[in-house]
């Protein structure tokens, strides 16, 4: 005859805690039902978006640019490269983003950039980890695309660092905020023209003397909020490459894709 198993509880403490917690949590989701981030209609889950707020992303998926991350209306059934990243090859090594920068997702980064919604980085930053998932295989730490200081000091938050912040955690690669630094008050990039965003952003990213050597053959994945014309992200990369990393990629919530 076989002996008991002996099975061991957790200590009472440690249940009482825990059901605290769950009594805790479901009372809040009697006060506040869980909304759509979006239009703040009732959801199954917190930190998530509607059906209706979901069909109204356009989200971005292969068959895409493999450099640029545009995407193609037709596959061709092989990995290919856009006109643009033949005739203007970019500096960085690819770009992904989860989604088309209109409806949904232009709204969603608008009100995390200037309406305060920090709450908002959770949700954005998951679907940037799934976007990224080849990406995010491939690199040694992510680096969020840095703001002034005075912007920063007037913001009070740079939306690229707390979309940073998710990713990192959700993917278990390593963030460092310190390997980059904005070093030029430039001029906002809205409405500028492609030409105009390279002139501002000329010498606007520097690699601080102390972080080049944790720098030093790392593969970068660079994360910012929207991709529009590309220019940040070139310029950003080229400080990064010239002080010494072996790579650089990057992965926006949204882009801009009809001026590209």
């Known amino acids: 005859m076989s002996e008991p198993i002996e099975v061991q509880s957790a200590p009472l403490s440690t249940r009482l805690r825990h059901g605290a917690r769950e009594t805790w949590r479901l009372a809040l989701g009697l006060l506040y039902p869980p909304s759509c981030i979006a239009c703040q209609a009732a959801t199954g889950e917190p930190h998530a978006l509607c059906a209706a707020c979901w069909s109204q992303i356009r989200f971005i998926e292969r068959p895409f640019c493999e450099r640029l991350g545009t995407p193609f209306a037709v596959d061709l059934g092989q990995p290919l ?20 920068y209109d409806g949904t997702a232009s709204l969603l980064v608008h009100r995390l950039k200037y309406n305060d919604r920090l709450e908002l980085a959770r949700a954005m930053g998951s679907m940037m980890t799934r976007a990224g998932a080849e990406l995010l295989d491939e690199v040694d730490v992510i680096v969020p695309v840095p703001l002034h200081r005075w912007r920063l000091w007037r913001r009070r938050f740079n ?15 390593t963030c460092d905020p310190f390997l980059l630094a904005r070093v030029k008050r430039t001029r906002r990039q809205v409405g500028l023209t492609k030409a105009q965003r390279q002139e501002n952003l000329q010498g606007a990213f520097r690699v601080p003397p102390e972080a080049k050597a944790r720098l030093k053959r790392k593969r970068v994945l660079l994360i910012d909020d929207v991709l529009t014309t590309g220019s940040t992200a070139n310029a950003a990369s080229r400080a990064l490459l010239r002080a010494g990393a072996a790579s650089v990629d990057i992965l926006a919530f949204a882009r801009v894709v009809q001026e590209l």
Do not use: H, K, N, W
């Not at 690819?94 to 989604?99: E, F, I, K």
């Not at 690229?160 to 990192?168: I, N």
């Open 81 to 100: 490269l856009s006109p643009a990243a033949i005739a203007d090859p970019p500096v960085f090594g690819r770009a992904r983003a989860v989604a088309e």
């Open 159 to 173: 939306q690229a660092m707390a979309l940073a912040r998710t990713v990192s955690e959700e993917s278990g690669v």
